[in-house]
């Protein structure tokens, strides 16, 4: 779709400060992904306590800790990552897109889910043993909750968004799946 290939299309205007997101894109990608993310991550954990957890108060420290993992983590690697995996497998036909989507669920999925799990356990002040059990006894159903949205997600996003316009794409969807990923990880 040229209005996400092309940064210079903004159906009219529809998205505004999308031409200033590109420019960020351009100049500071690493920086522009990293607050992309902990947007993503604060609003799904906010919209978690708020609607679904429905606390009679806000967790700030968990609000916190999950943006500042959007920021740390998740910005800088995606970028990284869907640079490099582009850069390895190239196009949008239909064993293309599979490959991407295995790739990304299959490999990418589990150690994301790990080092999610480690981070939550290393802000809570937990064991290395601790942790190692939360990995045991959650990752699959992590990996489960993924595999039910990711890999649809994933076949729209190598297929029709660029490169440059993953991760603003993925954090869109990821708001939802952070509300998902928010409870499991204050289970």
Known sequence: ????????????????GWN????????NPLTAKAFTSLAGFFLGDLLAQLFIVKAPTLDVRR??????FGF???????HYFYNWLDSKIQGTDG?????????????WCPIFMCVFFTYLGLAAG??????GNKIKSDLFSAMQGSWKIWPL??????????????????????????????LLGAK
Request: charged fraction near 15%.
């Open 1 to 16: 779709s040229p209005l996400f290939r092309d940064s210079q299309l903004t159906r009219g205007g529809a998205v505004p």
């Open 153 to 182: 997600v994933h076949a729209v996003n190598f297929k029709f968004i660029s490169t440059k316009h993953r991760l603003v794409f993925i954090n869109a969807v990821q708001i939802l799946f952070n509300m998902f990923l928010s």
């Open 126 to 131: 937990d064991s290395f043993s601790v942790i």
């Open 20 to 27: 200033a997101y590109n420019e960020q894109l351009d100049k």
């Open 72 to 78: 740390i983590y998740h910005g800088p690697s995606g």
């Open 63 to 68: 609000l916190i800790t999950l943006s500042i």
């Open 95 to 107: 064993k293309t897109v599979a490959t991407k989507v295995a790739i990304d669920q299959l490999i």
